[in-house]
């Protein structure tokens, strides 16, 4: 039997629902913008971030199953629109980021700036604010795969990011000739990657995706002196050369105090365009293994597909997921980082909020 079908018991009901950004609860946040009760009939509008979009149409069924167990005779109709919540600067330079993430590889040719794309891509298009900072200075690869060829402009003393597929992108590879190497010390790498962060117009982000060189090098060290770094996503292939390497990266880290947020597993498998048959060339479940050994959530796999490979290297890498036999795969990915997110600040106790005044 369900509960009295009155405004009083369905705002209790929603008083428990908790916003995933925060934690807390959506009626003290005022994101219940609307409440309206008719004959057996129930409709309310969500406010959620653009930081939750990933999980939008989650977060509207589960709010509607919650509903619908305290009040069974009820039609309910459930929709989500966005509710605006400013970010605020993240580390000492100015950058407003909800969440930065590092993607890193303990070895090169696993995949990894391609996996940090997919990861950009797929934040933007659920409808998140997003950058992707291209910190592989020595090797930058984000502007093939994105088919970029413009140079950034200088506006107001700020380097302005290229758009692309609603990605806001910077990257080394922009302000040098393509054929021209990078050879700096460390000190030189330090001071371009404070000025990618201080002195590019990023705006508002959800999320800031940074593309880290491979290895555990200075980098890293960088990064957490000077940025609030949310956590890092470690790309691996499954054969275990590259396992000792992925090992060592999530070691490196943990050393800096950057929670290690999940593996992704790429070239997980040869995905056969002729029969659509999975044949598992450089072994099986290895990523999933070591990372239940670590103690690190397994974020998705990223099979081996001729597609996958043509448009990364036609500057399309946005397109993959208009590839029907991979898209499961990409959009994986975004989804399971931020379920986990939100899982963890969940699982935190939470500061009452306080009465507006």
Known sequence: MG????????????????????????????????????????????????WAAPLWEAMREELGALLKSRFPDVAIDVTVEEHHRPAEPSGNLGLTAKTVLTVGAGK????KSSIASYLACGLAR??????????????????HLFGIQDTPRLQGGKIQPIEMAGVKILSMG???????????????????LQQFVSDTAWG???????D???????????????????????????QDVALLDATKAVSMFRNLKINVLGMVENMSF???????????????GGVKRRAAEMGVPLLGEVPLDT?????GDEGRVFASFDHAPTRSYLEAIPQTLVKNLVAARRSKPVMPTLPLL
């Open 204 to 210: 508002d982000l959800d999320y800031l995706v940074v």
């Open 270 to 284: 040869f995905l056969c365009p002729t029969c659509s048959s999975r044949h598992e060339i450089f072994g099986c």
């Open 3 to 50: 509960m009295p079908f009155t405004e009083l018991a369905v705002r209790n009901v929603l008083s428990g629902f908790q916003d995933p950004e925060t934690g807390r609860s959506t009626v003290q946040l005022e994101q219940i913008h609307k409440l309206q009760l008719g004959d057996k009939k129930l409709s309310v509008t969500l406010g959620l971030t653009t």
């Open 126 to 143: 659920s409808g998140a604010k997003v950058g992707l900072m291209d910190a592989d200075v020595y090797g930058p690869s984000v502007p």
């Open 108 to 111: 090169g040719g696993v995949g």
């Open 174 to 192: 922009l302000l040098i000739p393509p054929d021209q190497a990078v050879v700096w010390r460390g000190p030189m790498l330090h001071k371009a």
């Open 307 to 311: 597609q996958l490979r043509i448009l």
């Open 212 to 238: 880290m060189p491979p290895g555990t090098g200075d980098v890293a060290l960088s990064l957490a002196q000077f940025l609030v770094v949310t956590g890092a996503i470690i790309v691996c292939t499954p």
